[in-house]
DNA sequence: CCCTGATTCGC
DNA sequence: GCGAATCAGG
């Protein structure tokens, strides 16, 4: 595949959005996420509260005649925000009033609604309980296709955050959640109590 | 181990 | 210009 204007838009937009290169990569298709940031580099836009500072240490080995050409340019005239705290994305200008903007959810995933607890087998439930208290608790933000997805907690509290732990491969969440996210009818019927 | 972005350098 | 390999950090 080629960068083509249409996939270097929406490489912006999703870097802009604060999207990783790798879902990107993802979202593009035909690109591994080092090709991502490779471009994201050419186009000068890299900077964004990197979590790693540039780390030149290298080179050294076996390097007859190489010398460091590409240094720190200075191009940069680009008027940014500046102001990048601890990671917090959001670069999408909020067009009108933010009324009350409390769990916003991130494009792409959606999430899990929260089955109905007396739905769920007790054995199943158990185990939930059980995981829940081992829970990684992680944010929104720290969420993969990876990390189990299911809520816990209140929304609209402090008291919530996602399970987190591994998934059960190519399934949203971890072995536990799959186990009471995806129940045959067989067992759900005449299950009230 | 999983992930993240950064950099280098042969193509 | 491109991106795999590699690196460094969480």
Redo the contacts with the bound molecule.
Sequence with gaps: ???TDER?EILKKM?GE???????AKELG??????????????GL???A??????????A?A?PA???????AAPKPKAEPASEGPATQSAAPQPTATPARRAIIPAGQPLPPQPSANEISPEALASVREVEKGAKKLSLMEL???TCKWPIGDPATDEFWFCGL?TQTGKPYCEAHVGVAFQPMTSRRDRRR
């Excluded at 604060?18 to 990107?24: C, R, T």
């Excluded at 990197?50 to 080179?59: F, G, I, V």
């Design positions: 595949m080629s960068w270097v870097w604060g999207q990783s290169a790798s879902v990107i035909g690109v591994t996420r080092n090709a991502v940031i490779g471009k994201v580099h050419r186009l890299s900077n964004r990197s979590s790693t500072k540039a780390a030149p240490k290298k080179e080995a390097k190489a010398k460091p050409k590409a240094a720190k993969t296709e990876r591994a």
